[in-house]
């Protein structure tokens, strides 16, 4: 099982980004998924939550301005950024918690993607 990202790059302040997250491989089941964001020096923040159920939690820094979705079919999940501001530069990682076949038994574990680099700046 892998998680690509993509969809990061240079947008100026009050400008928007919508990531992308794409599962592949032997998948039986996706569960919660989430973004996280990460700046030189610090640890990973968590920005974004979406549970199987399609429930949505945010921290108050991108509250009203973050959108995570999700769409089962393709086993993808979306990071729609709007009113871009500098301090949301930052590489964004994609994580799922997913279910996956190995001989014969299901297993779930959390998967990262690799990060996509998001760059805030006029």
């Known amino acids: 099982v892998q998680l690509q990202a993509s969809g990061g790059g240079l947008v100026q302040p009050g400008g928007s980004l919508r990531l992308s997250c794409i599962a592949s491989?032997?998948?039986?089941?996706?569960?919660?998924e989430f973004w996280y964001r990460q700046t030189p020096g610090n640890e990973r923040e968590l920005v974004a939550t979406?549970?199987?159920?399609?429930?949505?939690v945010y921290p108050d820094s991108v509250k009203g301005r973050f959108t995570i979705s999700r769409d089962n079919a393709k086993n993808t999940m979306y990071l729609q950024m709007n009113n871009l501001k500098p301090e949301d530069t930052a590489v964004y990682f994609c994580?799922?918690?997913?279910?996956?076949?190995?001989?014969?038994?299901?297993?779930?574990?959390?998967?990262w993607g690799q990060g996509t680099l998001v760059t805030v700046s006029s």
């Open positions: 994580k799922a918690e997913i279910k996956t076949v190995i001989e014969g038994t299901i297993i779930e574990y959390e998967y």
């Open positions: 979406i549970t199987s159920g399609g429930n949505t």
């Open positions: 491989g032997i998948i039986f089941s996706i569960g919660n």
